[in-house]
């Protein structure tokens, strides 16, 4: 089975503009994921979804940042508009509920750098 | 407050050794779930090891064991026989009851050496 997939995988912008990263969770898991990781701050949880309804976006720093799911197999996070602060690493995750630890498996992560 | 503490932030082994990384924690909940994730120089966050707090035994997932002090909120990884692929950081995460997030500890970077 394929894991999470995150888009693009490395991305350079200029300040200003806007920024759209992609994430597909694992099929069947019912929950997704935002985290970010710098040097400073570590990894931080942005924001979470359960059946594509945002539960908890309290760790979303700003306005310009916002995220959608609209459907089961598709999120996206962005930022409008990106600031040199944004750049770090974005990681998406997925977990099912249902039983077990319910582990969080994450994507490859998107390193994010705005110039 | 830190919710999860790992004080070490560099550590050093020799191949074949064990190594513990410590990991200690905070909360006031009875229900909670202590994770361990690897991250390579690659990037990625590779799952480990889960230790629930009712479990009773300690978790092991091959030459990964957790050791679990319940009374002393630490929940160390021990790893064993370690490998030049080990090399990498290490996050301790927790998750308290009724919530799906994780909250992670700043990491331990290990360095296995030939």
């Known amino acids: 089975d394929a894991g999470v997939i995150q888009s693009p995988r490395h991305e350079v912008t200029e300040m200003g503009q806007e920024v759209t990263l992609r994430c597909k969770p694992i099929s069947g898991h019912d929950y997704l994921f935002w985290y970010r990781q710098t040097m400073m701050r570590g990894l931080e949880l942005l924001i979470y979804?359960?059946?594509?309804?945002?539960?908890?976006d309290s760790g979303m720093p700003e306005d310009r940042f916002s995220a959608k799911m609209p459907n089961a197999s598709f999120s996206t996070l962005k930022i409008q508009p990106s600031e040199p602060r944004d750049s770090a690493v974005y990681f998406c995750?997925?977990?099912?509920?249902?039983?077990?630890?319910?582990?969080?498996?994450f994507g490859p992560g998107t390193r994010l750098t705005v110039t | 407050a830190q919710k999860i503490t790992q004080t070490q932030p560099g550590m050093f082994v020799q191949e074949k050794e064990a190594v513990t990384l410590d990991c200690t924690y905070d909360?006031?909940?009875?229900?909670?779930?202590l994770f361990w994730y690897k991250q390579p120089s690659s990037g990625e966050m590779i799952f480990l090891i889960y230790q629930g707090s009712y479990d009773e035994q300690n978790a092991t997932e091959g030459r990964y064991s957790l050791n679990f002090q319940k009374a002393r909120k630490s929940a160390n990884l021990v790893i064993s026989a370690s490998q030049l692929g080990d090399s990498a950081m290490y996050f301790c995460a927790m998750r308290e009851r009724g919530f799906q997030k994780l909250v992670f500890g700043t990491g331990t970077r290990l360095l296995v050496s030939p």
């Open positions: 909360t006031s909940d009875q229900s909670y779930g």
């Open positions: 979804f359960n059946n594509n309804v945002p539960i908890d």
């Open positions: 995750a997925s977990s099912l509920l249902a039983g077990g630890p319910r582990e969080q498996y």
